[in-house]
């Protein structure tokens, strides 16, 4: 069956260091990826989306890169900040023929002033 | 400014009794979605809609229906033959397709 996962510990990281986080996926090969963050008692909040096609992509301190190969997604933040603590969701189309994104379960951020 | 309105905030529902959650959208978007959300889980799809008058199932649709009468609107109604309501509500729109969604603030709903 497809998968998604996410790293379910908890990446507790200093201030201004690079915080890395994980979604590997099985099985399918989808045509795009997205990335949210989300807050306790919110609702999730896009920030990027990159493409099969697409090694990298940027904004502001965010990079994330897809690797099709190893069926990888990662979701850098560079100089990070204690307002940076959050859950890290990411979500894919699985390729089942559903029109609608299949979420991991997400990995919680927690930046250390 | 465009987005998504969930209400209400929060909801308590009998055992027995349905419930309806509103999301409403001002964003013109085709796309409307309703996902589940369990205390440290990830979300679930329970139903999705492209176009107005027609919707899919998703993982989880059992004891769940909705409706999509509006492009504006995308109701859900958690039914008595829904077990295990409690949960945290999200509703969410995008336009065109595999553009980021937009998610609504949430219904935390409760059985009391």
């Known amino acids: 069956s497809q998968k998604i996962e996410q790293n379910s510990e908890a990446l507790n990281i200093q201030e201004g260091k690079t915080a890395t986080l994980t979604c590997n996926y099985t099985?399918?090969?989808?045509?795009?990826l997205q990335w949210y963050r989300q807050d306790p008692g919110r609702g999730p909040v896009f920030l990027l989306l990159?493409?099969?096609?697409?090694k990298e992509k940027r904004k502001e301190r965010l990079k994330v890169t897809f690797d099709t190969t190893l069926k990888q997604s990662l979701f850098h933040i560079t100089a990070s900040q204690p307002a940076d603590s959050a859950t890290y969701l990411c979500?894919?189309?699985?390729?089942?023929?559903?029109?609608?994104?299949?979420f991991g379960s997400g990995t919680r951020l927690q930046v250390q002033p | 400014d465009g987005g998504i309105t969930q209400s209400p905030k929060y909801l308590f529902r009998k055992e027995g009794q349905n419930v309806t959650l509103s999301c409403e959208q001002n964003?013109?978007?085709?796309?409307m979605y309703w996902y589940r959300q369990d205390p440290g889980q990830g979300l679930r799809l329970i139903y999705y809609?492209?176009?107005?008058?027609?919707?899919q199932k998703g993982d989880i649709a059992e004891g769940y229906s909705v409706s999509r009468e509006k492009k504006e609107s995308f109701p859900l109604t958690v039914t008595s033959a829904q077990k295990n309501p409690t949960a945290f509500y999200l509703c969410?729109?995008?336009?065109?397709?595999?553009?980021?969604?937009?998610f609504g603030s949430g219904t935390r709903l409760t059985v009391v």
């Open positions: 969410a729109s995008t336009y065109p397709e595999g553009a980021g969604y937009t």
């Open positions: 099985n399918y090969s989808p045509a795009y």
């Open positions: 990159i493409r099969e096609n697409e």
């Open positions: 979500a894919l189309d699985m390729g089942t023929g559903r029109r609608a994104l299949t």
């Open positions: 964003l013109n978007h085709d796309a």
């Open positions: 809609s492209q176009i107005v008058n027609d919707f």
